[in-house]
């Protein structure tokens, strides 16, 4: 049965791209179909060369375009895009990433879960594979004692067993929902985290001040996973998961909890380095190390985007 919102407070959908036009014009074409009736579109251009604004403009002369100079990460994008959406009068922000297909009626679902539950600051969809639109990629997570993700129901087929909506510890950024008084209380994203891990971050920060994050199953979006980054297992993914995920365990793994954290991150880092030996993918290796320098110890520079 199809939500119904009584009133249609005015939503803003900021799409963060890098370069990937096509994707990009493929996100922009389902987010023109939504079927919500106050939807202002502002999409980041983060520095992509050539830039994006002629060919989207061509397309859909609707679309507010901010064009940052550089590349600022997933962090910077979003940061830049809610500034400009905070200046204006929406209620809501959904954060998409540019490799995302959404539902025609995912805003209409996200804001009813919002609007009839006021502590709840940020709702999910339930995610797919894009090239796989029956298996789920996740349905939004809670944490374990080692602050990692447990119960997202990463590569099961959909037969109807995230059904529920439920609270979740973590939901995606790539496609999330937040209140506007959420953004207003705690504050921007970390740009620490160039790419990766800002959105486990968000969402810790944000329930620890109160705010429930909800998943509602029947908002979907499909997801080309890893797409910004050039793929599962490249040099660039590797690199910023290592370096990322070591900052997000310093900041969050402080106290007792930390002596339980290490010896787990480091058996997940010799299974990864097992994993990219026998995929003969090297340099893939030697990014995924100085990565985890970086984020562990904060020894030297990120890579050249």
Known sequence: MKSVVSSSPPVTVIIVAWNQLEKTLACLTTVA??????????????????????????RFPTVEMLRLPTNLGFAGGYNAG????????????????NDTLVAPDVVTHLVAELETMPDVGLATAKIYYAA??????????????????KD????????????????????????????????????????????YY?????????????????????????????ASSGGRDSPMERYYMAESGGRYFRKHGRGPRLLLIVPFRLFSALKMTGHLLLAGKGEALRAY??????????????PTE
């Open 198 to 226: 800002e959105d486990m971050d968000y969402c810790r920060r944000a329930r620890a001040v109160g705010w429930r994050i909800r998943l509602r199953p029947d908002a979907h979006v499909r997801h080309d996973v890893s």
């Open 132 to 149: 796989e639109p029956n298996r789920i990629w996740t349905v939004g997570a809670n944490l374990n004692v080692f602050l990692d993700l």
């Open 82 to 97: 809610l500034r400009r959406a905070m200046a204006g009068d929406g209620r809501y922000f959904l954060l998409l990433n």
């Open 289 to 302: 190390w100085r990565g985890l320098r970086v984020g562990w110890m904060g020894d030297g520079g990120r």
């Open 152 to 195: 997202g129901g990463q590569g099961q087929i959909d037969a109807g067993q995230w059904a529920a909506p439920r609270d979740v510890d973590f939901a995606p950024f790539c496609a999330i929902l937040i209140r506007r008084e959420v953004i207003a209380g705690v504050g921007l994203l970390d740009e620490a985290f160039f790419l």
């Open 33 to 58: 179909a939504l079927d919500y009736p106050a939807v202002r579109v502002l999409l980041v251009d983060n520095g992509s060369e050539p830039p994006l604004a002629e060919a989207i403009a061509a």
